[in-house]
Every structure is written in C-alpha cells, then in structure tokens.
C-alpha cells in the first residue's frame, strides 16, 4: 500500500512539473513563430526592393525606347511632307503647261514662255530646298544611327573583354589549383618514403643490436668463471644503452623529419594567400578602369542632352520674344485708340492708389481649405501689408518678394481693391495657384480655386457694367511650392494680367515710429566671420601643432560665413570642396562690434575635433584635443558700448568635422554668434594670420597640458616615459614651433 500511494505522490508530482513548463513552452514557441515571421518579412521587403529596382530599369529602357520611336516619327514625317512638296510642284507645272497649250498667239506665246521661265525657277528652287531638307535629315540620321552603332560596339567589346578576362581567370586558376594539388602529392609521397625509409633503418639497427646482445648473452652462458660472469654483466649494460641510442636517434629524425614537413605545408599556404592578394588587387584596378569608362559614356551622353536641350530652350525663347513683341504692338493700337478714354477715367480720388492692397498672414497651420484659413485669421491683424502693382507670384520653394522666411509656408495672403470695368459686357477672369485661391466680385464667388494641389488653373465669368467693382482675392499655402497669377480679359482686349492701371485700393497705414531698444542689434558695414581655411595638414593632435604647421602658410580658401553652425558630417562643409574632408584646419576672426549690456558673458563650442575661441587675445573656451562633438563653456565679463576681436581656431584630423559657436548673456538668451553681433570689418589678411602673444603663450600651455597628461598616463601604466610616448613628443614639438613663431612675430 505505501509503495502505491509513493507511486501515486510521484505520477501527480510529474503532471505538475509538465503543468509548469508548459506557459515556458509556450513562451519559447511564440519567440521562435515571431522570429521567423521577422525573418519572412525581411526577405519580402529584400525581393521587393529588388522587384522594384528591376521595374526602375524597365521603365528607364522602355522610355529610351518611345525617344528612338519619336525621332524615327519625325523622321518619317519630314520625309512625308517633302514629298507631298514634290506632289504639289508637280502638280503646279502641269496646270502651266496645259495653260501654255491652250494660248496660240504671239503674246500668249511670249507671255507662256515667261511664266515657264518663272514656274521653272520656281521648281529649281522648290527642289534645291527639298534636296537640302532631305540631306541634312540623312546626314542626321546617319550620324545617330554611327553614333548608336559606336556606342553598341563599344558595349560589345567591353563585354567581350570581360568574357575573355574571366575565362582565363579561371583557366589561371584551374591549372594553379592542378599544380598545387600535384605539388602537395609528391610532397606526401615523398614524406612517406623517407618515413618507411627511417623506419626500416631503425628497424635494421635494432635488429642488430639484438643479434649482438644474443651472442653476448650466449658467451656469457658458455662463461663458467665469475671473471667471465662479470664481463657478461659488464657487456649486457653496454648492449642495452646501445639499444636505447639507437632507438633515440630513430625518434629524433623523425621528428626533425615532422617539423620540416609542417615548416614546409606553413610556407605553401602563406605562399597561395598571397597570390589569392594580388589576384584581389587586379580584379579591383579593372573594376575601377571599367566604372570610370563608363562614368565617361554617361557624362558624354549628359553633355549632348544638355547642349539639346539649351537649343531647344534658345527657340522657345526666340519664339517667346517675338510674341511678345507682337504682343506689345497689338497693346499700344488698343491703348492709342482708347487712351482719352483712360485719361478720363483713371483720374484716381483722395486716399485711392493705383494696385491692390496686399494683406499677409503668417502661421496659418494645418489649413486645407480657405474657409479653414480664414476662421484661423479672424480676429487677429495681418503681419505684413502693402501695395502691390499686379498679383503675378512665380512657383517658389522660398519666400515672395517683399516677405520673408516666415511667408515660406503656412500663410493666408488676401488682395483687395476696386477693379475698373471700361464698358458693358462679359468677362472672364481666372487664376494659376499653388496652392488654394478663388476670386470674389461685388462679394460673388467667381473662380473657385480652392484645394491643397500645383499650379493650377481655373476661370470664371461674369457681366460688369462699366465703372468701379469691388474685388477681392483669397490665397493659401501650406507646405512646398507657393505661387499666384491672377488674369483677365473682357471686351475689347485679351487675356492679361491684372495691372495697376486696372486696379485701385485704399492705402496702406502708415506704421507708427518707434525707438528701438538699446537690446536690437545695430546692422554694420561687413557683417560675418573672416573665415580661412587650410588644407593637407597632417598628424594633427591639438591647435597648437595646427598653428605652428600654418604659421608660415597662406591660406588655402577665404570665405564670409554669417555664422558658425556646421553640424558634424564624414563629408565636406558648406563652402568647402573635397580637400577639407579630414586633415585640415580654419580660423574664424572678426570683431564683437555689439556688447547689449555690461555683465559676464558664456562662450560655447561643440565640436569634432578640437577648437579654441578667443576674447581679446584671453583664452576663453578650451575644446581641444582628438574627441567626437564635445561641448565645453567658459565665461568672460564685457563692457557695453566697447568692440572685442574675438577668433576661434579649429582642426579636423579623421572621420566626423563640426563646429558650433553659441553666446549668451544679460539680455541676450542662448544663440548662435551671427553676423548681427559679428563684423570682419578692418579685418585685413596680415591681421587675420598674425597670432598675438597671448594666443601663442595659451596654445603653448594647451600643448604642454596635452604632454604632461600622455607623461601621467604612461607613468601610471609602468610604460616608459615623454621619449617613448608619441602623442606627448609631438605635443612638445608643436609647443617649440609655436614659441619659435611668437619669437618670429615679435
């Protein structure tokens, strides 16, 4: 009975065990499912992206394609329409033959052979004209067809060239793998050889060795004196140490034998590495010299497509400039013969002027429609108002003219005034926008532009008697491209702008003068950082070195930069070309015109690597050394009313460069150190090279520090010290060089 109910206690003991694990199963099973799922969708979005990308170059051959069915079109329709030139002369002679048959008198005669005279001229010319037309389209085609079968050719044996070169690539490789396997198979047969060879030798030996201990063993048998048993015993050790040398020696060659064979396998496989090397470094240098062949193809082909397209665009606009002269003469007719008219009617009353009235609002955000617009506007005064002459606003990423940054996007614009109708009738009046706008008449909706779109355009109509109506013109924009035309056209005129001399709105106010607070920034002649930059210096570990190695040298580039905001990039800086990726350095130097208010001031750098700025020749922020975007501070105390040269000096040496100098203090909060407070005025080029004594005495010192840390640290480590420690070597180098140029200077 108690081994049953032990039995029992275990079964239900499992069962609970089995109960426990299963959530832990479940776990595991779920964490596996999530992974491969994981894993599917990976390889999905990869054949997708391949998908994609052969899609890409489909649709890129198949439009190469329709350009090569366009120009065979052309072609073919030039052809057609000499032809039916040829048809039409043709046609022409014999309808003058047939009338020279029919006159049978003297003048009819004279008068028939002038006009064959004339007709046959006439065809001369016809055809000359014809036979040139037909040349110059051959000569045409035949260059693209010689240029297209070039290019093809050249394809063809680029790929040849590639099949050759691998062919006999693997056929290289194929007979150095044979040699190689045949060269490791000698080598282990000869290994075996001499193997069995040294075996049967030390076989031999010992064999010997016991022949010669049995025959001891036997005289001293045959022995019966104790001086021969004696002897025996004496010869039987010798035998025996004969033995254990010989079997010594045995063991010893073949192990001298095994360390060859290894020394030997060691060297063929360095041997093959480096092959498989120089066989890598090849197959680069052709795959460089190919890309760089095509790179050529490709800039070619773009050269020619752009000399297209500049021909094309010098027709447009030649054909563009003799419209508008057209134009401009059918404008002065209309304006000479109603120019009383307008004389009588243009007389303008008191607080009217000629344009529209142009109202702005700026923040205007997440606006769909106008009506959202305008229920975000009520109730508050527009930003921005002024005259306008006509509403023709070109599609623009930036801001229109009279507005700025903040009119980019998120803006309500609205255009009033009082447009002049010069007689009866119907007229039609349309907008092009990006994005929403409509057009209102005596408060009537007439164009109905509305919507987030492109430019777009619209047209409404409606019938104005003559005299003055109330106009008005809403706009939005939200995000992108912003851009407005507005047009007309009614009796007796054309589709056209709507101009001044159309248009009358009451003047803007006149904003009210204030005085500025001593806190604004006065503007100054030569706003901006005298930037300078050097390039191909190397080794660099700390500002000192970098100004002892540019002491002696002229600048690489000069630029004007209105601030000091370069985010961290692996590329160049704005400005910059590819020499100033790694290893160079600049030099910022200008003068803090503007001091708001006396106080202590907080001087900021963050950058990679190492930077420095000065105040007055008194270092301030200390951001040097090899490091990532580091941010240091330091505080200084200024003197309103007072100008401060102020410098900052900069190294990049390897991977990510950037450099951003941010001020503040009494009313002013943290900022950049733009061209508002900073002026390069009387900055000349011997000024902004020369290093005062206390730049160099402070690069000195940070020099010096960089040194007695490395001396630390290498004494901390039990390593040798300055002599052996590279890093603090060049920091005392760079040190001497800066002193011997303080001296130089002074």
């Given at each position: ?6 039995g029992?206690?275990n079964e ?6 089995k ?11 779920k ?8 894993r ?6 990869r054949?997708?992206?391949k998908?994609e990308?052969a ?7 198949k ?5 090569v ?6 072609l073919?329709d ?9 048809e039409r002369?043709?046609k ?10 029919k006159t049978?008198?003297?003048k009819?005669?004279?008068?028939r052979?002038?006009v064959?005279?004339?007709?046959k ?13 037909l040349?110059?389209?051959?000569k ?9 079968k ?8 680029q790929?040849?060239k590639?099949?050759?070169e691998?062919?006999?690539?693997k056929s ?7 040699e ?5 198979k000698?080598?282990?047969?000869a ?13 031999k030996k010992?064999e010997?060795?016991k ?8 005289r001293?048998a ?7 048993a004696k ?11 004969k033995?254990?040398?010989?079997k010594?020696k045995?063991?010893r060659?073949?192990?001298?034998k095994a ?7 060691k060297s063929?496989?360095?041997?093959k ?6 066989t890598?470094e090849?197959k680069k240098?052709k795959?460089?010299?190919?890309r760089?062949?095509k790179?050529?193809i490709a ?9 297209k ?6 027709k447009?606009a ?7 002269k057209?134009t ?10 109603q120019?009383i ?7 303008i009353?008191k607080g ?7 109202a ?5 955000n ?5 009506s959202h617009c305008?229920?975000?506007i009520?109730?508050?005064?527009a930003?921005k108002?002024?005259?306008?002459s006509?509403v ?5 990423g930036?801001h229109?003219s009279?507005l ?5 996007d998120?803006?309500?614009a ?5 447009v002049?109708?010069r007689s ?8 092009t926008?990006?994005d929403?706008?409509?057009?209102y008449?005596?408060?009537?909706l007439v164009?109905?532009n ?5 430019m777009?355009?619209?047209h409404?109509k ?6 003055r ?8 924009e939200?995000?992108g491209?912003?851009?407005l035309h507005?047009?007309w ?5 054309g589709r056209r ?5 159309d248009?009358q709105?009451?003047k803007p106010?006149?904003l ?8 604004t920034v006065?503007?100054?002649k030569?706003p901006?950082w005298?930037?300078m ?9 700390n ?32 400005g910059?070309?590819n020499?100033?990726?790694d ?5 910022f130097?200008?003068y ?14 963050i950058?990679?690597?190492g930077?420095?700025?000065y105040v ?7 951001n040097?050394g ?7 501070r330091g505080n ?9 040269p102020i ?13 951003i ?7 002013v909060?943290?900022?950049l150190?733009?061209g508002s407070?900073?002026?390069h005025?009387n900055?000349?080029?011997e000024?902004?090279?020369s ?14 520090e ?5 001396m ?8 040798v ?10 920091a005392?180098?760079s040190?001497g ?7 130089k200077?002074?």
């Amino acid at each position: 009975m108690v081994k049953q109910d032990i039995g029992v206690l275990n079964e239900k003991r499992k069962n609970a065990a089995k109960f426990q694990s299963a959530p832990e199963k479940e776990r595991s099973q779920k964490e596996h499912a999530n992974k491969d799922i994981a894993r599917v969708k990976r390889e999905t979005a990869r054949i997708k992206a391949k998908l994609e990308k052969a899609q890409k170059a489909a649709e890129v051959d198949k439009k190469k394609e329709l350009e090569v069915k366009k120009k065979e079109k052309e072609l073919t329709d030039k052809r057609e329409k000499t032809k039916k030139q040829e048809e039409r002369n043709q046609k022409a002679v014999k309808a003058a033959k047939e009338k020279t048959e029919k006159t049978k008198n003297e003048k009819d005669f004279k008068k028939r052979v002038e006009v064959e005279a004339k007709a046959k001229v006439k065809r001369d010319e016809i055809v000359a004209k014809a036979k040139k037309k037909l040349e110059l389209t051959g000569k045409k085609r035949k260059a693209d067809e010689l240029k297209s079968k070039e290019l093809k050719n050249k394809e063809q044996a680029q790929k040849v060239k590639k099949e050759k070169e691998t062919k006999k690539e693997k056929s290289e490789k194929e007979k150095q793998q044979k040699e190689s396997g045949a060269k490791a198979k000698a080598r282990a047969v000869a290994a075996e050889k001499e193997r069995k060879r040294v075996a049967e030798l030390g076989a031999k030996k010992i064999e010997k060795a016991k022949k010669t201990a049995e025959k001891d063993m036997k005289r001293i048998a045959a022995a019966k004196s104790e001086k021969q048993a004696k002897a025996a015993k004496v010869i039987e050790v010798a035998a025996k140490k004969k033995l254990e040398e010989a079997k010594d020696k045995a063991e010893r060659k073949v192990k001298e034998k095994a360390a060859e064979k290894k020394r030997k396998e060691k060297s063929a496989k360095e041997e093959k590495k480096m092959k498989e090397l120089r066989t890598k470094e090849v197959k680069k240098k052709k795959a460089v010299a190919e890309r760089l062949g095509k790179e050529k193809i490709a800039a070619e082909r773009k050269s020619k497509e752009k000399e297209k397209e500049r021909k094309a665009e010098e027709k447009k606009a030649k054909a563009n400039e003799k419209s508008s002269k057209i134009t401009k003469k059918k404008e002065k007719t209309f304006k000479h013969g109603q120019g009383i008219q307008r004389k009588r009617e243009s007389k303008i009353p008191k607080g009217l002027t000629r344009g529209f009235k142009a109202a702005f609002w700026a923040r205007s955000n997440n606006c769909n429609h106008l009506s959202h617009c305008r229920g975000k506007i009520r109730n508050r005064k527009a930003g921005k108002v002024f005259t306008v002459s006509q509403v023709n606003y070109r599609s623009t990423g930036g801001h229109w003219s009279g507005l700025d940054s903040s009119y980019r996007d998120h803006f309500f614009a609205r255009f009033t005034g009082w447009v002049v109708a010069r007689s009866n009738g119907h007229y039609t009046f349309t907008t092009t926008s990006d994005d929403g706008s409509q057009v209102y008449l005596d408060n009537k909706l007439v164009v109905n532009n509305d919507g987030l779109h492109g430019m777009r355009t619209r047209h409404g109509k409606i019938h104005l008697h003559k005299g003055r109506h109330r106009i008005r013109i809403d706009f939005f924009e939200r995000g992108g491209g912003a851009g407005l035309h507005v047009y007309w056209s009614g009796p007796g005129f054309g589709r056209r702008l709507i101009k001044s001399s159309d248009v009358q709105s009451t003047k803007p106010p006149k904003l009210p003068k204030t005085r500025r607070r001593r806190a604004t920034v006065t503007k100054h002649k030569r706003p901006g950082w005298k930037a300078m930059f050097w390039h191909g210096v190397h080794g660099l570990h700390n500002i000192g070195q970098a100004i002892s190695k540019i002491s002696n040298r002229a600048p690489s580039k000069i630029l004007i930069a209105q601030k000091i905001n370069y985010g961290s990039t692996g590329g160049y800086w704005h400005g910059l070309n590819n020499h100033y990726r790694d290893n160079w350095v600049a030099r910022f130097k200008g003068y803090l015109h503007h001091v708001p208010k006396t106080g202590t001031y907080t001087f900021e750098t963050i950058s990679d690597d190492g930077s420095v700025l000065y105040v007055n020749g008194q270092r301030v922020v200390n951001n040097d050394g090899l490091h990532g975007m580091r941010t240091r501070r330091g505080n200084i105390r200024l003197t309103e009313g007072k100008k401060y040269p102020i410098v900052v000096d900069f190294f990049e040496r390897g991977g990510g460069a950037g450099c951003i100098v941010k001020w503040q203090g009494p009313e002013v909060s943290k900022r950049l150190l733009t061209g508002s407070y900073i002026t390069h005025e009387n900055v000349k080029m011997e000024s902004a090279l020369s290093f005062s004594r206390d730049e160099l005495k402070a690069e000195v010192l940070s020099a010096a520090e960089s040194a007695e840390e490395d001396m630390d640290e290498s004494s901390t480590a039990g390593q040798v010290v300055l002599k052996d420690s590279p890093d603090a070597g060049l920091a005392l180098d760079s040190a001497g060089s800066v002193l011997d140029a303080a001296t130089k200077q002074k």
